[in-house]
């Protein structure tokens, strides 16, 4: 089975910063594409950052500038740097993995991140 463990959220003041991380394991030996997702409450679920095989990324455009991501493929660890963090950013975060011969999506348990004086 495939898990993907999250660590890196917790309470921070506006324009501070954290450091997400997302390891996969597991019975998955391909993975395509590792990113991360947010969502607030009674909010929808958005792209934060992905980034593909080979290194190519692309960000929501509520973050550019002040996300970056970026993983190392021989631990299938996906990373989320976040500076200049808002009130708005508060979210739940999600990893997310594309992998496997089918293309499947797994998903982390989701990590808190709060932005608030």
């Known amino acids: 089975q495939v898990q993907l463990v999250e660590s890196g959220g917790g309470l921070v003041q506006p324009g501070g910063s954290l450091r997400l991380s997302c390891k996969a394991s597991?019975?998955?030996?391909?993975?395509?594409?590792m990113g991360w997702y947010r969502q607030a409450p009674g909010k929808q679920r958005e792209m934060v950052a992905r980034?593909?095989?080979?290194?190519?990324?692309n960000y929501a455009d509520s973050v550019k500038g002040r996300f970056t991501i970026s993983r190392e493929n021989a631990n299938n660890t996906v990373y989320l740097q976040m500076n200049s963090l808002k009130p708005e950013d508060t979210a739940v975060y999600y990893c997310?993995?594309?992998?496997?011969?089918?293309?499947?999506?797994?998903w982390g348990q989701g990590t808190q991140v709060t932005v608030s004086s």
């Open positions: 597991g019975s998955i030996f391909s993975i395509y594409i």
């Open positions: 980034i593909m095989s080979g290194g190519i990324t």
């Open positions: 997310n993995v594309v992998g496997g011969v089918i293309w499947r999506d797994y």
